[in-house]
């Protein structure tokens, strides 16, 4: 395993399980809110939960398997430490990549984030979230 670049945070079983639940929490609302039809900030609105699931799930995944996670001030550091995460970690870099791609626009509203946006956000969130959920159940950590 390479050191990553970048700020790293030890972490543990216990603390995967809290980035899950928050990972599971901001999905399942990204996911409701992508549902409605509203106004047009529903597509921002639940891009950003879902980059915001991507991250804390990255987190968990990373957590299980290194022991630590990412905790510099730029997020793409993460990118290159989830790809460490076993066999899938290059499917994980790619998904959290996408997410956070669009994390500006979604998170701060200057991009308007739209319908095809949104969907891949929520697609690159569940992938994340499911590789990060079947990391925990398998007792890795």
């Known amino acids: 395993m390479n050191r990553p670049a970048g700020r ?5 079983r216990p603390q995967a399980a809290v980035r899950l639940t928050h990972a599971r929490a901001f999905l399942e609302v990204a996911d409701l809110v992508g549902d409605v039809d509203d106004e047009l900030a529903n597509e921002n609105v639940s891009a950003a939960l879902a980059v915001l699931a991507g991250i804390a799930a990255a987190d968990a995944a990373c957590c299980i398997t290194l022991g630590q996670r990412s905790r510099g001030q730029d997020h793409r ?6 790809t460490q995460v076993g066999s899938d970690g290059q499917r994980l870099g790619r998904a959290l990549k996408r997410l956070l791609d669009i994390k500006d ?12 946006e949104a969907k891949e956000a929520l697609r690159s969130a569940h992938i994340l979230l499911d590789e990060a959920e079947r ?4 007792g890795i950590g």
Not at 8 to 12: F, L, V, Y
Not at 105 to 116: E, I, T
């Open 77 to 82: 550091q993460a990118i290159k430490l989830v």
């Open 105 to 116: 626009g979604a998170h701060y509203g200057a991009v308007y984030v739209g319908a095809k």
């Open 8 to 12: 790293t945070e030890e972490c543990n």
């Open 135 to 138: 990391l925990f159940q398998s």
